[in-house]
């Protein structure tokens, strides 16, 4: 005979909304415990931006901060929990502990599952959309934002089954094609797909400029204030490319340019920066831009594609995801999304 189980779940509210949950607790309690969001990130194996969604979302609700970050930079990064953060996360163990004093149980997800797809991955807002679409179609998915470049160092290690990147190789004028051979992986790995994205240089209120040109002028002689990708972004890697191109022209390195060696791990972090006034530019993706109400001046299109394994090309999470991104689905999220579109 079947055995039913009642199970209990618990949640912090405030005001009748739903502030922490098993989901949201697990993050706060390994940031608090990792003192830092990179390594919660890979650990729990949470989009690195999904956790800065749902920190966002807590401290809405909550009405305060409950994470101090330190951003990375020659001292690097690390981030710990608030006084608020602290009591949320103890008002949650301690109703977890009622629970189990009560002979119920209360956890309904184990972060041990073994993942049915494995990815490392540059940030990307249409991705955490995909893996969402791969979640809600059954597959277990552990990723990585680590940035392109680490992303297929750890593919060529056959750490994880994707790699999902946009390395911009200035030699050839192209992307990607030309680092898979870098990372001996040109024989070892398939195309599932990919799409173009529009990168933008958003601006802050102070900002006069109106060309690219300007723009990388005023960083690099000091008038302008950068928010930086982290090292190994493609990102970063197109803008220390335009940066060195501008300042051959006036006798200038792209590291005199203040705010250089502060780092930033996601698109969003970046128009953040710049929309409390902490920097006055940053190169991110269209979408972003948009979605943060920043000006912004174009700065070109490139290639978001993603790599598997073909050892391991009969892996279910693979076939999944391949199958989305050739789907009627995707190319109806790039035709209504800004900034995105087929590869042409």
């Avoid at 401290?59 to 690097?76: D, M, Q, S, Y």
């Avoid at 529009?198 to 400029?209: H, I, P, T, W």
């Avoid at 269209?286 to 299109?301: G, N, P, Q, S």
Wanted: aromatic share 8%; net charge positive; proline share 3%.
């Amino acid at each position: 005979m079947t055995k039913f189980v009642i199970r209990f779940k618990c949640v912090v509210e405030l005001g009748g909304d739903p502030i922490l949950d098993e989901f949201s607790a697990r993050i706060l309690r390994s940031i608090e415990e990792r003192r830092s969001i990179v390594a919660s990130s890979r650990i729990l194996g949470i989009p690195y931006a999904n956790i800065w969604k749902t920190i966002s979302r807590i401290e809405k609700l909550a009405g305060g901060p409950v994470l101090i970050a330190r951003r990375g930079g020659r001292g690097g990064g690390g981030a710990k929990l608030t006084a608020l953060g602290k009591k949320l996360l103890q008002l949650y163990e301690e109703g977890i502990r009622l629970l189990e004093s009560a002979g119920l149980s209360a956890s309904l997800h184990p972060i041990t599952n073994k993942p049915h797809l494995s990815i490392a991955y540059s940030s990307d807002p249409l991705l955490d959309k995909i893996v969402e679409r791969l979640s809600q179609n059954g597959c277990l998915v552990r990723g990585f934002c680590i940035g392109s470049g680490l992303s297929l160092a750890m593919l060529s290690l056959e750490e994880v089954d994707t790699a999902c990147i946009h390395l911009y190789d200035p030699s050839t004028r192209s992307y990607n094609e030309p680092y898979l051979e870098r990372f001996w992986l040109g024989d070892r790995v398939m195309r599932l797909g990919g799409y173009e994205r529009q990168l933008v240089m958003a601006c802050g209120d102070r900002v006069k400029e109106e060309v690219l040109g300007d723009i990388l002028e005023g960083l690099l002689v000091g008038r302008l204030r950068l928010a930086n990708r982290n090292r190994g972004s493609g990102t970063r890697i197109y803008l220390d490319h335009i940066l060195r191109e501008a300042g051959r022209k006036i006798g200038a390195e792209p590291r005199q340019v203040r705010g250089y060696e502060r780092e930033h791990y996601t698109h969003e972090e970046v128009a953040r920066s710049i929309s409390s006034g902490n920097a006055d530019v940053g190169l991110v993706l269209r979408h972003v831009a948009e979605e943060y109400d920043l000006r912004w001046i174009h700065a070109t299109w490139e290639r978001y594609e993603y790599y598997a394994l073909k050892s391991r090309a009969r892996n279910e999470g693979i076939r999944r995801l391949e199958e989305i991104l050739k789907s009627s689905w995707l190319k109806e999220i790039l035709s209504s999304t800004l900034g995105y579109r087929e590869i042409s």
